[in-house]
């Protein structure tokens, strides 16, 4: 089995296990994918360090570091203790076995509530993936940090740290009943595909080279200028980031290139507070389907248009719909053409709206046959 269909193969996995966090296990993978970080937002128990700890199970031969920060956790405790035999060569030196600076994926929990020391280093490790020991700055083998917390951060010095997580979610309890009676009755995962730590390198190199079209580059554009307009900001940074995510996305999807359907995870990256999350989500809807949508509507008239032709009985009545039909058709068709030259001139995929056209212009020629 390719590792590729392994990663495929434990997303499903991961579905069945862990309900209701479908685009949370489809952005962690991405971001193991794309080597970026990950923040979930939720009340205790919604499953937040198990899944972590679940995917980190996946990878054979990764290290990985969990820890519940608190006001009074120090940095030996995340960093490692200062070696004593350094400090007798005036070496301000850690042992970072199994600590964070050795890990390949960590998990740390109530990740804003640490102390100012602690959070810098963390903020210098994930954004640059070094860390300061002693004498010497050491690169970290880091691929993806989970960060979890019960709430957003408040202070400003924290703003720099929860910029840094490209990936952001908010997490509820399962809200459907069913759901909630499946994880009731769920027993213990038999079946744990794995991948080795080699196999999810390979893997980053080949979602690198998923080719990102000028169409899409030219939504997000788009996009940006909309969420403006909304008085929703992110920084180019973000923007940037957010492409390897994107091919990361279309590569678990099983996809060569990215399409406007990984636009929607976009959703997760662009919003500060969960407040504009909605508001993304929309703007990117109309971006991306707004034409589409169009079309699908004059379908829905063109419908009733022939509906209503039906159901006149006599020759001179149906002479009258025929014309009628004729007529408020063609001018259907002119609109439907008007919106193609729009998403043609901004390079929007046109196979669907070409299909709804079709089935216009069908009801068209059915109706002239009929009268």
């Known amino acids: 089995m390719t590792a590729r269909k392994k990663l495929q193969k434990i997303r499903g996995e991961l579905a069945q296990y862990f309900l209701e966090r479908g685009d949370l296990i ?4 991405s971001a193991l994918l794309c080597s970026q970080h990950v923040l979930i937002i939720g009340a205790p128990g919604t499953a937040k360090s198990m899944l972590a700890n679940e995917i980190c199970r996946r990878i054979e031969g990764a290290n990985y570091f969990q820890w519940l920060l608190t006001r009074f956790s120090t940095p030996e405790e995340i960093f490692g203790a200062v070696s004593l035999k350094a400090l007798e060569q005036d070496d301000y030196r850690r042992v970072t076995t199994h600590k964070l600076p ?7 929990d109530e990740i804003f509530k640490a102390n100012s020391s602690i959070l810098n280093a963390i903020l210098t490790l994930i954004n640059e993936r070094i860390f300061h020991n002693g004498k010497e700055i050491l690169p970290v083998p880091l691929l993806t940090l989970f960060g979890a917390s019960n709430e957003l951060p408040e202070d400003d010095e924290l703003m720099a740290l929860y910029d840094r997580f490209l990936l ?22 038999t079946e744990r595909t794995t991948l080795t730590l080699e196999e999810l390198r390979e893997m980053q190199a080949q979602a690198r080279d998923i080719r990102i079209p000028g169409a899409v580059y030219r939504t997000i554009a788009d996009l940006r200028r909309e969420l403006k307009r909304r008085n929703i900001e992110a920084s180019d940074r973000r923007y940037r980031q957010s492409l390897s995510l994107l091919q990361a996305h279309a590569y678990l999807r099983g996809e060569s290139q990215v399409t406007e359907n990984d636009l929607f995870f976009l959703e997760h990256v662009l919003w500060r507070d969960p407040g504009e999350q909605p508001q993304v989500r929309d703007a990117i809807r109309e971006l991306v389907l707004g034409y589409e949508e169009e079309v699908k509507e004059l379908l829905y008239e063109s419908r009733e248009i ?19 039909v004729h007529t408020k058709i063609r001018n259907i068709i002119a609109k439907v053409d008007q919106i193609i030259d729009k998403a043609k001139k901004l ?9 709804i056209k079709d089935e216009i212009e069908e009801i068209q020629k059915q109706m002239l046959e009929r009268f």
């Open 102 to 108: 050795e890990a390949q994926i960590a998990f740390l």
């Open 168 to 189: 952001r979610f908010v997490v509820k309890y399962i809200e459907e009943d069913f759901r909630f009676l499946r994880m009731l009755e769920a027993a213990e995962q």
């Open 26 to 29: 489809d952005g962690s993978l």
């Open 306 to 324: 022939r509906d209503s032709a039906l159901r006149w009985e006599t020759s001179d009545e149906r002479a009258r719909a025929l014309i009628e």
């Open 347 to 355: 390079g929007r995929p046109l196979e669907r709206v070409g299909a």
